[in-house]
C-alpha cells in the first residue's frame, strides 16, 4: 500500500501530506487515520505508547469519546527526506460543555511507500470559553477559505 505524497518531501508535499492528515483526523474515523500509519507505527501521544494500528484505532476511539466537536489546524513546521515536524491546535469540548483549545507539535517519520512509522506528539490543553473559539465550521474537512494557523495568530 502507498500513500502519496512520497519522501523525499518537499515543502509543497510535506504541505499536502499535512493536509490530508488534518483532513483524516478532522473526519473523527479511527479506521480510516489509522491507514496512514504503517501495520507497526509507534506513537507517542502525551503520556501514551502505543504501538500498531490497532492500538492506534483504540486511542482515536477514546479521544473522540472524550473530545467532542474536534476541529483541528495542521501546519508544517519543517521537513527533510523522509520527515516533518508540524504544530497544530485544536478545539473541542467535554461531555460537560467545558471547551479547550488543544496546542502541540508532532514529528513524523515516514517509510519509502509513505506511510507514517513514528509519531511523537506534546499535546497542551488551554480551558476556553465558547466565545474564544476560533474554529466555527461543520464538523468534518476545514474549508479552504478557513485560515489557517499562523493567520489565526495561532
Known sequence: MSRPPLPPFTAETAAQKARLAEDAWNS???????LAYTEDSIWRNRAEFISGRGEIVDCLK?????????????????WNENRIAVRFA??????SGHWFR??????????EAGLMRRRVASINDLPITESERKYHWPLGRRPDDHPCLSKLGL
Open 28 to 34: 473523527r474515523d479511527p479506521e480510516r487515520v489509522s
Open 62 to 78: 477514546r479521544k473522540w469519546a472524550r473530545e467532542l466537536d474536534y476541529r483541528l489546524i495542521k501546519e508544517v513546521w519543517t
Open 90 to 95: 485544536y478545539e473541542w469540548c467535554d461531555d
Open 102 to 111: 488543544s496546542y502541540g507539535n508532532e514529528n513524523w517519520e515516514f517509510d
